[in-house]
Every structure is written in structure tokens, then in C-alpha cells.
T-cell receptor, first 115, second 114 residues
Framework: AQTVTQSQPEMSVQEAETVTLSCTYD???????LFWYKQPPSRQMILVIR??????QNATENRFSVNFQKAAKSFSLKISDSQLGDAAMYFC????????????FGKGTKLTVNP | DAGVIQSPRHEVTEMGQEVTLRCKPI?????LFWYRQTMMRGLELLIY????????DSGMPEDRFSAKMPNASFSTLKIQPSEPRDSAVYFC????????????FGPGTRLTVT
């Protein structure tokens, strides 16, 4: 079974600085998707960014980018120019390609942004 | 466009009572997912449907839990009888069927069983 591990329960960053959240995963599949979701205090789950495993190029979405290392099964999220609104729980998630549609989540990292 | 709609947003009930959570997926989506979020176990899939048919219910904890999807625009998750350990936030999500489509989450139902 696939597993997702986020080893940092909490992180903090100063406003306008850069922070990197870590995620590792375990799978025997060669083709899959990886995601980062944001959950603010409102508890709404919001997709931040996704990566297809068959693409070597790292995904970027404005201030958010990932460092995808397939061989190491590592998928970190970098947030540049951090803003107060980035404060939230961040969840890394995995989904098979061509198999089950379910998302497998890590336990999350709570990000605090200090003014 | 309305997102995924869940009701109620909050539910407080006593142990032993029946609880029914409701979900209306985004119109046109044909995959529907129920997830549960707790501090101890994080976010985990309970069950998902494709075209109203249950595909994977391996996450349903026990026989006290049941889920139905009688049509493309409505699903329920029922707990009978409820127990304090069922206290959690229950999310419904929907998507178009297929690998590349995003799952859209509802606002969740916070269930407290006393």
C-alpha cells in the first residue's frame, strides 16, 4: 500500500521569506500523481499544486513550486515571498495513475507565517 | 457554479444515535469520495463511488458505517449506532472520473458524539 510521510509537524516563516515543506512517499508504481493541498482554519481543502510522475519538469504555480525527486521518492513544496494568507495546514497527497482514484494523504504540516 | 455541498456543517449527537451526513457533488462530476479527518489518523478515504456504484469501500471502519449514492446528485454517509470515537470532520469530494481530474472538496461536516 502507498504511504505518504510529512516529517515536519510544524514550520514557521517570516513574511516575504521562503519556506520549504518536505514530503516523502512510498509506492511500487511507476506512474502516479502527487499533490499539495492547503487547509486554512476554515478547513476548506484547496489544491495548491500537482505533479505528474512521468513529467521530469517540476510544477510551478505562481509563488508555489515543487522539487520532485522520483528516485528518492521525495516531493517538497517551496513557498516564495510568504504571505500571511499562506498560514494553514499543508497536506501532501498521492494518487495512482490508471488505478484507484483515491488520494492518500500525509499527516500534514502546520505553517505559521510571522509578520 | 456551486461547489460540493455538505450538510449539516456541524452535528452534535449522543452515543447510540443514528447520524446521517449528506453530500451534493458538483453537477456533471461522476466520482464521489467520502474522507474522514481526525487528529490521530489524519485524512483517510472511507469510500468512493464512480457513476453511483461503490468502487472502494475498504476504508469503511465497520458495519456501523454505510454509504449510498442513489443518484448522481446525492450521497449519504450513515453511522448507526454512533460512538464517541466517530467524532471527526467528514469531507465529501467530487471529480470527473479519470486520473487527471482534480478532486473538489466540500466544507466538511464536524461530527461530535458525546
Amino acid at each position: 500500500a502507498q504511504t505518504v510521510t510529512q516529517s515536519q509537524p510544524e514550520m514557521s516563516v517570516q513574511e516575504a521569506e521562503t519556506v520549504t515543506l518536505s514530503c516523502t512517499y512510498d509506492t511500487s508504481e511507476s506512474d502516479y500523481y502527487l499533490f499539495w493541498y492547503k487547509q486554512p482554519p476554515s478547513r476548506q481543502m484547496i489544491l495548491v499544486i500537482r505533479q505528474e510522475a512521468y513529467k521530469q519538469q517540476n510544477a510551478t504555480e505562481n509563488r508555489f513550486s515543487v522539487n520532485f525527486q522520483k528516485a528518492a521518492k521525495s516531493f517538497s513544496l517551496k513557498i516564495s515571498d510568504s504571505q500571511l494568507g499562506d498560514a494553514a495546514m499543508y497536506f501532501c497527497a498521492y494518487k495512482d495513475r490508471g488505478g484507484s482514484e483515491k488520494l492518500v494523504f500525509g499527516k500534514g504540516t502546520k505553517l505559521t507565517v510571522n509578520p | 457554479d456551486a461547489g460540493v455541498i455538505q450538510s449539516p456543517r456541524h452535528e452534535v449527537t449522543e452515543m447510540g444515535q443514528e447520524v446521517t451526513l449528506r453530500c451534493k457533488p458538483i453537477s456533471g462530476h461522476n466520482s464521489l469520495f467520502w474522507y474522514r479527518q481526525t487528529m490521530m489518523r489524519g485524512l483517510e478515504l472511507l469510500i468512493y463511488f464512480n457513476n453511483n456504484v461503490p468502487i472502494d469501500d475498504s476504508g469503511m471502519p465497520e458495519d456501523r458505517f454505510s454509504a449510498k449514492m442513489p443518484n448522481a446528485s446525492f450521497s449519504t454517509l450513515k453511522i448507526q449506532p454512533s460512538e464517541p470515537r466517530d467524532s471527526a470532520v467528514y469531507f465529501c469530494a467530487s471529480s470527473l472520473s479519470g486520473d487527471s481530474y482534480e478532486q473538489y472538496f466540500g466544507p466538511g461536516t464536524r461530527l461530535t458524539v458525546t
